[in-house]
């Protein structure tokens, strides 16, 4: 009998061309996926009761599931009993439809104990800018480009990495420094300061109340206020462009006022008392404000809203998912005088502060 197993067909055979090409696929699933949620789902015993039970049961309904979480409304301020939460990030896409929504919540009463009733909320980015001053010894480095396009490679490749991108993550701020140092050999050390970021989508032309949690408590630099910084928008009844701002009050609460700028060094506070600020809870509150129109619109208008947290290492906590925005990663080169030998004594070396700066807005 004639074995035809290295045999190749060349011939008859149709091409088949597709106009749109394949998506919102994933690959197959990981070993480390496998390990997380195998012993999960076991556990369920396909039923929810837990927060783990949700956790594990939606990747099995919803497979185009990225990264899913779960909790309690017991655990929200005021707490909503009878209720668990969900946020779900789908691969190759930032957020879930509707449809999608109500067909997963659908499929989730098969599983679900009486009494228990899941809403599924869309995920909420906070996202983690960085500014590193490198420091280097030219001795050992080409150039300062080529040692910086090194430590660009480095941080896309950490914030691409499973360590980010998912609910639950941890920013690990002595791991990121290690990073950049390893990225070349003449990398001596670097300073790098760390911001975080929330983006409030405005409702324009209308009355609306704002909450926007960053799930890590905030660092108070000044009791004066201008702890938190904001991008430009435009408020029904106030000329110009204003900013958002803080004034510490006490007790880990603070209030927070609206600003502008009469000059990039003086600004003017036009409006107290528009919300509030938890720098403990790192929470903002805002009171019904009529938003015109924002300096940042991305197909949405957007007011970005930046708090420097109290500690370097943030976690994405409940709804948020963690993300390093590399578009705001800023590496500045700095030469190592006293590495290269060109400064021995160190009397003439340079430094960089390692507080963010004192500007007032985004």
């Known amino acids: 009998m004639q074995d035809d197993s290295d045999r190749s067909v060349e011939t008859g055979i149709s091409l088949i061309s597709v106009t749109n090409s394949s998506h919102s696929g994933a690959s197959i699933e990981s070993v480390e996926s496998v390990k997380k949620y195998g012993t999960r789902i076991y556990a369920s015993r396909n039923r929810a009761v837990t927060s783990s039970d949700y956790e594990a049961l939606i990747p099995t309904i919803y497979p185009e599931t990225e990264s899913v979480s779960a909790y309690g409304g017991e655990t929200l301020t005021p707490p909503r009993f009878g209720k668990v939460y969900i946020s779900i990030k789908p691969y190759n896409d930032r957020y879930l439809f509707n449809l999608i929504k109500d067909n997963i919540k659908r499929d989730l009463h098969m599983y679900s104990v009486a009494g228990i009733v899941p809403e599924i909320v869309d995920l909420k980015y906070l996202y983690l800018e960085t500014d590193s001053n490198v420091y280097y010894n030219p001795n050992l480095a080409p150039s300062a480009n080529s040692v910086k396009t090194e430590v660009f490679s480095s ?36 300073i790098t300061t760390v ?49 958002l701002t803080d004034i510490p009050t006490g007790d880990g609460k603070g ?39 924002t300096d940042i619109n991305k197909g949405t208008p957007l007011i970005e809203i930046e708090a420097v947290p109290d500690s370097n290492d943030v976690i994405g906590l409940q709804d948020l998912y963690l993300q390093l925005d590399t578009s705001n990663v800023t590496i500045s080169m700095w030469p190592d005088e006293i590495a290269s030998g060109a400064e021995v004594s160190g009397s003439n070396h340079k430094v960089s502060s390692s507080y963010s700066n004192g500007v007032f807005v985004r």
């Open 155 to 190: 941080v896309n490749t950490y914030a691409d990495s499973t360590e980010l991108n998912k609910f639950g993550a941890r920013f690990k701020y002595s791991q990121f420094l290690n990073i950049i140092d390893e990225s070349h050999q003449s990398i001596t050390s670097n």
């Open 255 to 293: 209030v927070i006022n609206l600003f502008r700028l009469l000059s990039p060094t003086q600004p003017q506070v036009v409006r107290r008392n528009v919300g509030k600020i938890d720098y403990v809870k790192g929470e903002i509150l805002l009171n019904p404000i009529n938003i015109i129109s």
């Open 195 to 243: 911001v975080m970021r929330r983006d409030l989508r405005a409702v324009v032309n209308a009355f609306a109340d704002y909450e926007i949690c960053f799930g890590n408590k905030f660092h108070i630099s000044d009791n004066a206020g201008y702890n938190i910084k904001s991008s430009g928008f435009v408020v029904s009844g106030i000329t110009g462009t204003v900013y």
